[in-house]
């Protein structure tokens, strides 16, 4: 299985997901700080895998401090997570999976030190593998969504990559792969940071999942000439109303699909549901550097002036979507992730 994010010895162990998919090359990391820095520079990167990534970052936070009582170790472990919580906005996998580790230390306030430290890392290899499971049990619901024969379109890439393994909108697509539904996988390049082309191609080359990899403006296109039957994204963050944070393009492919008469699936862990916000015009977007739209593969392609505009989300609104595929099942509009 693809593992992108694991646990060695006394290391976190990241699938440089930037050198892919040239190289598959793993990075070690043995301290939080480089951890947040992994995170903000891609080398992890999809919702899911932040908030693991971050949960190991917090364990090693932990192993780090030479606080002997548990006021010292928690004002360190406050340190780091904020550190990790600055790294990036959208995802709420990553708040959700710090405060899963705060709420893990406090409720282990009177356990020795040295102890509680081992306890916090348990909660990271737990916050893993219950991602893992979570994407499996998304995949097979998903799967029921999936006719025979299927095209199916995707954005970015929700895969094993994105994730602890398996993948959300990927798991669905690996489900149907798995049941021998998937006919073609139409894989959006995904510009300006090509997640599509060098990660879900990448993976589909991996699991000999067939695939065609097009120009994200080729999406309209591909649909009028009658060759999707679905799409399925992942997302980055859920409103309590369905409304949907996810790569920067999905919303443009959600009207397309809506024109066209194609469902449009959303596939995500309950980690990446927000019921605290009522709707998506609340959902933070992280804008991202210039360069990344003024290059492409590290050659210049735009003035080096050019002013740029580069949010690396869009929000879907929830009447787009026909159906959001949690660990708990598939859900229908109207949507209330509130509770
Ligand atoms: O900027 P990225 O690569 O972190 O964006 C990833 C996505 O938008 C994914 O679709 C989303 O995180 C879901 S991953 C299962």
């Known amino acids: 299985m693809i593992a992108p994010v694991r646990w060695e010895g006394d290391r976190l162990v990241l699938l440089d997901q930037t050198r892919l998919p040239a190289e598959e090359v793993e990075r070690q990391y043995a301290a939080w700080s480089e951890v947040a820095e992994a ?3 891609l080398v992890v990167r999809g919702a899911p895998a932040i908030g693991v990534a971050a949960a190991f970052g917090v364990a090693l936070a932990a192993r780090q401090s030479r606080a002997t009582t548990f006021d010292g170790l928690l004002a360190d472990l406050e340190i780091a997570m904020k550190g990790l919580a600055a790294t990036r906005p959208t995802a709420v996998n990553l708040f959700w999976a710090l405060e899963r580790m705060r709420r893990s230390c406090l409720a282990h306030r009177t356990l020795p030190v040295d102890a509680l430290k081992g306890r916090l890392l348990e909660e990271a290899q737990a916050v893993l593998e219950e991602d893992v499971a979570a994407n499996r049990a998304m995949g097979a619901h ?16 929700a895969g094993a990559l994105a994730t602890a393994g398996y993948g959300t909108a990927g798991g669905v697509i ?13 894989v959006d390049e995904t510009r300006p940071v090509l997640q599509g082309a060098r990660l879900t191609a990448w993976e589909c080359m991996k699991e000999g999942i067939p695939h065609r990899l097009i120009a994200d403006g080729a999406a309209a296109s591909v649909m009028a000439r009658g060759e999707v039957d679905l799409v399925v994204t992942g997302a ?19 009207v397309l699909a809506r024109h ?18 009522p709707s998506g015009d609340l ?5 991202r550097g210039a360069d990344e739209v003024r290059s492409f593969a590290g050659h210049q392609t735009a003035p080096a002036a050019s002013p740029v505009f ?5 929000v879907t609104p929830a009447a787009f979507i026909n159906a959001i595929v949690t ?5 229908r509009p109207p949507y209330d992730f509130s509770r």
């Open 283 to 287: 959902i933070p977007i992280e804008e």
């Open 174 to 186: 690996r489900a149907a792969h798995e049941q021998g539904k998937v006919a073609l996988v139409w």
């Open 260 to 277: 066209h008469g194609i469902p449009f699936y959303v596939a995500a862990p309950c980690s990446t549901i927000d019921p605290a916000l």
């Open 39 to 41: 995170i903000r520079s």
């Open 310 to 314: 580069n949010p690396a989300f869009d």
């Open 236 to 254: 980055d963050r859920i409103a309590a109303n369905g409304d949907t944070a996810n790569k920067i393009g999905t919303y443009g492919l959600a």
């Open 142 to 157: 998903g799967a029921t969504l999936v006719p025979d024969r299927a095209r199916i379109l995707t954005h970015c890439n």
């Open 327 to 331: 660990e708990r099942g598939i859900f």
